[in-house]
Every structure is written in structure tokens, then in C-alpha cells.
């Protein structure tokens, strides 16, 4: 059974950090893309930052210069390192992975983690 455990939410401040964690456990995500994404009360969730198993990153344009991913390949975990936190980043974060198996796709998700940012 494929499991994302995310940690590492909480309340900060604006301008401060927080560094989120996803273990992964039931499957080998090494070579597949893992990704945050985040949803605030009321908006659409959206993709704040991914990793490809090449390391490639790609980010939000609201995040970028902000925020960092990254990835143990050994623990099968993904991090998400924020910095400069806005108040605009308040939301619930989500880990996601993907496999792919022949012509499937298949994709997790972990059960999210608050974060919120006072002003």
C-alpha cells in the first residue's frame, strides 16, 4: 500500500520559513516525478513546485526564488524548503507522486498539511 506522509506545517509569520517533508513508503518513486501542490479556503488546488527523477525542477511563478525542492532518492522523500513567506501562501500543502506502469498512470496523494502565514 503506497503511502505520502507529509510533516513539517505550522504558523509563521510573514517573511519567515518552514520546511515541509513527504515520506514515501510502498513503492519506489526514484525515477518518477514528486510534486507539491497546495489549495487555499475557497481556490482550485494548484502546483506550487515538481521534481523529475533527473532532478529537474520546475516552480510556481509565485513561488520562484522563494521556494526550493528537493528530493532524497535513498529515503524516498521530497522537501519543500519556504522561504519569505507571504501571508498569500497560507494553505493546505500536498505531496504528490506518480509511477508509471506500461501506458498507466498512476498518481498519490498525501493527506495535506496546513500552513499559515500571519501578517
Known amino acids: 500500500q503506497v503511502q505520502l506522509v507529509e510533516s513539517g506545517g505550522g504558523l509563521v509569520q510573514a517573511g519567515g520559513s518552514l520546511r515541509l517533508s513527504c515520506a514515501a513508503s510502498g513503492r519506489d518513486f526514484s525515477k518518477n516525478v514528486m510534486a507539491w501542490y497546495r489549495q487555499a479556503p475557497g481556490e482550485q488546488r494548484e502546483l506550487v513546485a515538481n521534481?523529475?527523477?533527473?532532478?529537474?525542477?520546475n516552480y510556481a511563478d509565485s513561488v520562484k526564488g522563494r521556494f526550493t525542492i528537493s528530493r532524497d532518492t535513498a529515503k524516498n522523500i521530497v522537501y519543500l524548503q519556504m522561504d519569505s513567506l507571504k501571508p498569500e501562501d497560507t494553505a493546505v500543502y500536498y505531496c504528490?507522486?506518480?509511477?508509471?506502469?506500461?501506458?498507466?498512470?498512476?498518481?498519490?496523494w498525501g493527506q495535506g498539511t496546513q500552513v499559515t502565514v500571519s501578517s
Open positions: 504528490y507522486a506518480e509511477t508509471r506502469i506500461i501506458v498507466t498512470l498512476w498518481n498519490y
Open positions: 521534481i523529475t527523477g533527473d532532478g529537474n525542477r
